[in-house]
């Protein structure tokens, strides 16, 4: 227990803070025996961070007051505040990662009904649970107690890993803090800030491949709500809606990695010091990934780096017996060709050397009650010597090659699981493609595999200017190096492999539909009108 007058101002500590120690340094002599005066002292030192000075005001505290068993029980909070400034201390001398959340543990995601009638089955439920691919072995135990918020307890193989999950009712959910990471159109958006009940699917994930496990989450969600409003997805801290859920449902690829995790930024007071992580990623067995020392001229580059670093991690599962990936290729090639190669280090062994302050973003004191499990902060190698001998740097003394301005010079590396991946997508979704090609091929991009000078493929953007069907069809080739004068470089594709297509781009009005986000078609309906798909 603390008492009233030793907390910190919630308003301005430190200014505060400061006042009081100049005010006790004045009133030292009265208050040399007042068991008070030391004890406020220490708590104004432990507000500013200073707990090695702390502890021996809090100790001379404990030599002034009587020992009889009253005293001692007023004064408790004093030996409590002395453990927690050794705690503190402890562990800025040796930075440890501590047990995880829950939500990190676990796949927690909250599934909001539009009708607010809805109940869910189980009877039905579990046996179309059954029926995914890959489901064996499918055990439920059912709540009876209607008074119990537990619904169902469901175990199983997943491809061989087990899982087990739980499905709650939940009342009035509260979104708070939570980002959102998808579209809702204006309805929609009316609609979540009045409905918050639904259910909870609470899920531990295998570790084999973690777009598969999101997938199976992403399906049962829909099943158990099928007529979905928002699904706030609490171990990625977004809300994500409820149209793309039943898109990414009904989809036999899994979706985007992106969909799966956030990037979070926080910055000093002036705004110059930035940084970056992300959340939602350990529980599928992976590491969060930092940044430590962005800043805003280089934010855009070192999100898209992490994306990059994070698909790699998708798709190239590393040691289970190392919390750390290797990652042996670069990741990027930044601007005259040179390869950007990244080192991944435990945030304790990364920062041990760091700031402490509490102004800095992502200092070890920022991580006394956060962000201290299973992270990695990203370094980089100067080169491929320095790559064989592991002889890394700071992410920041490659800061010339990777601020925003050289955004559109660095090529970042997509890995060929995930081109596979972009390929099935496109290709399940290409008849909303051929509709629209067939009436105004002008509003469809194709992003497509093509030989560069020196016969290497890449890929690059090109709009369709005659469709016949996706082996027949003519493109020009925009706003790229590739391009030759006078609009553009045209090339016609004549009994063509449908392997050249990676993906796809159809412009409607202000939006942009893609194989990923194809619920926009669903939550603005307007748009298939005025794309003909009605």
Known sequence: MIRSGYVEDVQDPDALDRRALEILAETAEEGKDDPNWWCRNGYTRMGLGMEAEAIPYFEHVMALIPDDPETQEFWSDVPEAIGQC??????????KAKEKPYFMRRSMVICIQRDTAYRLDIDPFVPRIAAVDGIEGLVCERAWDESVSTVARIKGRFYGEEFDMEIDRVEDFDPSGLRVSTYFNDSDIELVQELHSGYAVDMRFGTDD????????????????????????????????????????????????????????????????????????????????????????????????????????????????????????????????????????????AIKDGSRSAGTPGSLRTRLKRMNSDSCVMFAYPDEQAVAEDVYQPLWMMDDFLDDGHEDDTKFIICEEENTRMHRLAMETFDIVERVARLTPEKVMLRLWLEDDDGELDTLWARLTKYVDRNNFEIRIEDDEHAGEDNGSQLAFIDETDERISTWLIEAGEHCVTPESIYLLDAEPGLKKELGLE
């Open 86 to 95: 050794k705690a503190i201390l402890d562990f800025l001398d040796h930075p």
């Open 210 to 349: 973690p777009s598969r496990w999101f997938h199976l989450q992403m399906c049962i969600a829909d099943m158990a709500v099928p007529d979905m409003l928002v699904v706030y997805d609490l171990s990625a801290c977004q809300a994500l809606s409820g149209h793309l859920v039943r898109r990414i449902a009904s989809s036999a690829v899994p979706p985007h990695p992106d969909f799966a995790y956030t990037i979070w930024d926080e910055a000093d007071s002036r705004g110059t010091d930035v940084w970056l992580y992300t959340r939602g990623l350990q529980r599928m067995g992976l590491p969060d990934i930092e940044i430590m020392h962005s800043s805003p001229k280089h934010a855009v580059c070192h999100r898209k780096l992490i994306r990059a670093v994070v698909k790699y991690m998708f798709w190239n599962r590393h040691d289970k017996a190392s919390s750390v990936p290797k990652i042996d290729l670069p990741v990027a090639y930044m601007a005259g060709g040179v390869p950007l190669y990244v080192r991944l280090l435990p945030w304790p062994e």
